[in-house]
């Protein structure tokens, strides 16, 4: 069953502004992942957030993590047209077992 | 990262027809594969759990004589949609886990299409 719940479900900004996107759980994990889908194409890894890590940064993406909330955000600064796509969450409880992902985000950068 | 190839890329069957979808790790051994389903605009739904040796555990809803997988080895594990309706039409994507575990390795997607 579905566990992360992305917020918003699309979101439409100018080219240069901030996207923040927003994910919830519900139960224990062991981290948690930010997934980019392009239209019609496969998954890539943007990064991984560990349960005791709070808040992680990579090129122009900031990931927070709150526990107590079950709640983590995905901000992308100074966005592209080449960042519109689709953004998911995914958490993962423990070794070898699967992913659950949220319903996702789709992030339109108009430029 | 760790490689996973997914093939083929796409595929389009007569309903009726049953179509396989292979996923290889290229680099590394995965103890664990994992197959989803993305229909349109909708996020990724698991579909099955395998492991290399062992029947693959599906979940609630998806029918495992209809959907078929064989992790027949570390490398490669199957994915065989037997007599194909065009509900079946959906995006499937396999991912991989190693020897560490909390990291997951997708395959591009396989489309399917049944007509």
């Known amino acids: 069953s579905q566990q992360g719940e992305e917020d918003p479900q699309a979101l439409s900004i100018q080219e240069g502004e901030n996207a923040t996107m927003n994910c919830s759980y519900k139960?224990?994990?062991?981290?948690l992942q930010w997934y980019r889908q392009n239209s019609g194409r496969g998954l890539v890894h943007l990064i991984l957030?560990?349960?005791?890590?709070r808040e992680k940064h990579s090129g122009r993406l900031r990931v927070t993590l709150d526990t107590s909330k079950k709640s983590s955000s995905l901000l992308i600064t100074a966005s592209r047209a080449a960042d519109t796509a689709s953004y998911f969450c995914?958490?993962?409880?423990?070794?070898?077992?699967?992913?659950?992902f949220g319903k996702g985000t789709r992030l339109s950068v108009i430029a | 990262g760790a490689v996973v190839s997914q093939h083929p890329s796409w595929v389009i069957c007569k309903s009726g027809t049953s179509v396989k979808i292979e996923c290889r790790s290229l680099?590394?051994?995965?103890?664990?594969m994992f197959w989803y389903r993305q229909f349109p605009k909708q996020s990724l739904m698991l579909m099955a759990t395998s492991n290399e040796g062992s029947k693959a555990t599906y979940e609630q809803g998806v029918e495992k004589d209809k959907f078929l997988i064989n992790h027949a080895s570390l490398t490669l594990s199957t994915l065989t949609v037997t007599s194909a309706h065009p509900e079946d039409s959906s995006f499937y994507i396999c991912?991989?886990?190693?020897?560490?575990?909390?990291?997951?390795?997708f395959g591009p997607g396989t489309r399917l299409t049944v007509t």
């Open positions: 139960t224990s994990i062991n981290n």
């Open positions: 995914a958490t993962l409880n423990s070794g070898n077992t699967p992913l659950v």
């Open positions: 991912s991989c886990s190693g020897t560490e575990t909390y990291e997951q390795y």
């Open positions: 680099d590394f051994q995965a103890t664990t």
């Open positions: 957030i560990r349960s005791n890590e």
